[in-house]
């Protein structure tokens, strides 16, 4: 598809980062795009719904956590050109949330040091959030 054709879909995401500063990522299930590629835990903004309370609803839906508004700051972004959209996906920090990590949709989870996350095959778009994340956190 020709870029300037391609529809924007805007994913929030999220580092969850934990006591010891591992960072949380999830394996993308048989049967969906990417499927097998680690990423991190969100989903698409619905019409109307701001970033943050998306990722809000992501969380609660995909792990089984609660995140506050004033928890979740903003970390980078990552700017992509699928073949058939091209993707913009703010990457929040939080590193307090409650109830514990659960992956309610059968997903496999791996809390992961920052310098070992490029040990894990993740969508083209996250491949650049990976030294990012390894400076900040
Ligand atoms: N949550 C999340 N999505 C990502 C990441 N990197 C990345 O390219 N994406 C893409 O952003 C979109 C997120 O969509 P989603 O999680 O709400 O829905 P989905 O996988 O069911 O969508 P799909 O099956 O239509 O691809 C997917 O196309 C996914 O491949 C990431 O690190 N986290």
């Not at 839906?61 to 972004?77: M, N, R, S």
């Not at 949330?97 to 996250?126: H, K, T």
Request: hydrophobic share 45%.
């Amino acid at each position: 598809m020709n870029a300037s054709a391609r529809p924007l879909v805007l994913v929030a995401a999220c580092a969850l980062v934990d006591v010891d500063g591992r960072v949380l990522i999830t394996r993308r299930p048989e049967g969906k795009s990417m499927a097998g590629l680690w990423e991190f835990p969100g989903g698409k903004v619905e019409p109307g719904e701001r970033p943050a309370d998306a990722l809000i609803r992501e969380l609660a839906e995909e792990l089984g956590i609660e995140v506050k508004d004033a928890c979740l700051a903003p970390l980078t972004f990552a700017s992509h050109d699928y073949e058939n959209f091209h993707l913009l996906m703010p990457l929040f920090v939080c590193r307090r949330w409650s109830g514990d990590v659960r992956p309610l949709e059968g997903q496999q989870i791996a809390w992961v040091r920052p310098v070992r996350l490029g040990d894990y095959p993740m969508p083209p778009a996250d491949i650049p959030l990976v030294p990012i994340l390894r400076d900040l956190l």
